[in-house]
């Protein structure tokens, strides 16, 4: 019984019971897509090791997520979980493949940055699949921030720009407004 009780009063087990949790997720996923853009910037190295860094931390959040959905609604996350692992797994692998290029010297440090970029945003927006809205919504935040790059060397007031309506969207529309394509996101 001690050990139950010791279990819910782990510091992670209070993270994932605080109400606002997946709001707080959220804004931290754009906003460390925010910084992977701003690294693209600077390095496209730092870039490259700072996307090879996110999957792990995306990976965690995602299922931290699910966790706080499955103990407010009691359904089961077991099926979302074994493919979080796929999913992740699969985009880490593509990433020690692009890594691989990069050491043949077939891809340069800012190809090989964007290439990842997009592995995540690809990863992100299947996670929307079974996450929700808000990872369709980091999927396509990613897409275009990627497309941005390759299209207009990225300026990071778009960037801006587009972090706004996707915050906006994923605090208002997840909680308040039933999207026919996705279904009931609540």
């Known amino acids: 019984m001690s050990e139950q009780n010791d279990h819910e009063n782990s510091p992670i087990d209070k993270m994932i019971r605080y109400s606002h949790i997946n ?9 460390l897509c925010f910084i992977g853009d701003l690294l693209g910037e ?9 996307w090879l860094l996110m999957v792990p931390v995306f990976f965690f959040i995602t299922l931290f997520n699910e966790k706080a959905k499955e103990l407010k609604t009691g359904l089961s996350i077991e099926n979302f979980k074994k493919s979080n692992i796929l999913y992740w797994t699969s985009a880490f692998l593509s990433i020690l493949l692009i890594l691989m290029l990069g050491h043949a010297e077939d891809i340069d440090a800012r190809g090989a940055a964007v290439a990842i970029h997009i592995i995540v945003a690809h990863t992100m927006f299947l996670l929307g699949i079974l996450a929700g809205l808000r990872f369709y919504l980091i999927g396509a935040f990613l897409f275009l921030t990627a497309g941005m790059t390759i299209f207009m060397e990225s300026i990071v007031g778009f960037t801006i720009i587009l972090a706004i309506p996707v915050l906006f969207l994923g605090l208002y529309m997840e909680r308040h407004k039933t999207i026919p394509f996705f279904g009931n996101m609540k």
């Open 23 to 31: 709001e707080v997720f959220f804004v931290s996923l754009v906003l």
């Open 42 to 50: 600077i390095s496209g190295h730092a870039a490259v090791f700072y």
